[in-house]
């Protein structure tokens, strides 16, 4: 999960060194407002708690497409190139629960997203 501010100026997402689960978590580590200075436009732009929002980190989205490559290219290559039953289980068995932990994963940042941004300061 990322804590970010959006830019004024550009509309660029900043994101925060932060971690805090709810907004007053994160009204204590920063005070009354956090300012942060855009990459891309350089304008910088003060933020207080409330306007602070959370995100899903872009290793867990890479992590989700990448689980939902491999299991199109398990199950396609599975279907045209294994014959034998027994392999296909096999794989499939060493896949599952790895596709079961990073929707597991995934659904608990989602709702740590939810509650955070739920949250007020
Ligand atoms: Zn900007």
């Given at each position: 999960?990322?804590?970010?501010?959006?830019?004024?100026?550009?509309?660029?997402?900043?994101?925060?060194?932060?971690?805090?689960?709810?907004?007053?978590?994160?009204?204590?580590?920063?005070?009354?407002?956090?300012?942060?200075?855009?990459?891309?436009?350089?304008?910088?732009?003060?933020?207080?708690?409330?306007?602070?929002?959370?995100?899903?980190?872009?290793?867990?989205?890479?992590?989700?497409?990448?689980v939902a490559i491999v299991g199109v290219v398990i199950l396609s290559s599975a279907y045209y190139?294994?014959?034998?039953?027994?392999?296909?289980?096999?794989?499939?068995?060493?896949?599952?629960?790895?596709?079961?932990?990073?929707?597991?994963?995934?659904?608990?940042?989602?709702?740590?997203?939810?509650?955070?941004?739920?949250?007020?300061?």
């Amino acid at each position: 999960m990322i804590v970010y501010g959006v830019c004024k100026s550009c509309h660029n997402h900043l994101s925060l060194n932060v971690l805090a689960d709810t907004r007053t978590e994160l009204s204590k580590q920063i005070g009354a407002s956090i300012s942060k200075k855009c990459n891309r436009c350089g304008v910088t732009t003060t933020f207080a708690a409330n306007q602070l929002k959370a995100k899903l980190s872009k290793r867990i989205r890479h992590a989700v497409l990448e689980v939902a490559i491999v299991g199109v290219v398990i199950l396609s290559s599975a279907y045209y190139f294994l014959t034998d039953i027994t392999y296909i289980a096999l794989i499939i068995a060493l896949y599952t629960p790895l596709a079961i932990g990073y929707v597991w994963h995934t659904r608990r940042n989602f709702k740590l997203i939810d509650t955070f941004n739920r949250s007020k300061a």
